[in-house]
């Protein structure tokens, strides 16, 4: 079975850092992109950031550059987000996602809240 599991998301201030995880299981990890997606209230789905599976450099939306860094470890089956300098338009809901050729899988998502 294929899960996707999302933990770290929280309420944090503006300007602080949270650090978002997402546990993958029952695929090749390592063939795959990986990336993190958002939604805000009253909004569409967002890409924030993707790391594919071979070389390749990082993608970011251009409103989290140079403050979220997208990882991945293919020993442990995970992706991370760094979330730094968060501001209140980061809140959302954010989201794993695994993706190769036909096969598209998504995790359930960590509710992120940045207010002070």
């Known amino acids: 079975e294929v899960q996707l599991v999302e933990s770290g998301g929280g309420l944090v201030q503006p300007g602080g850092s949270l650090k978002l995880s997402c546990a993958a299981s029952g695929f090749a990890f390592s063939l795959y992109d990986m990336s993190w997606y958002r939604q805000a209230p009253g909004k569409e789905r967002e890409l924030v950031a993707r790391?594919?599976?071979?070389?390749?450099?990082?993608y970011y939306v251009d409103s989290v550059k140079g403050r979220f860094t997208i990882s991945r470890d293919n020993l442990k089956n995970t992706v991370n987000l760094q979330m730094n300098s968060l501001k209140p338009e980061d809140t959302a809901v954010y989201s794993c996602?695994?993706?190769?050729?036909?096969?598209?899988?998504w995790g359930q998502g960590t509710q992120v809240t940045v207010s002070s």
């Open positions: 996602n695994a993706r190769r050729k036909g096969d598209d899988y």
């Open positions: 790391i594919v599976s071979v070389g390749g450099s990082p």
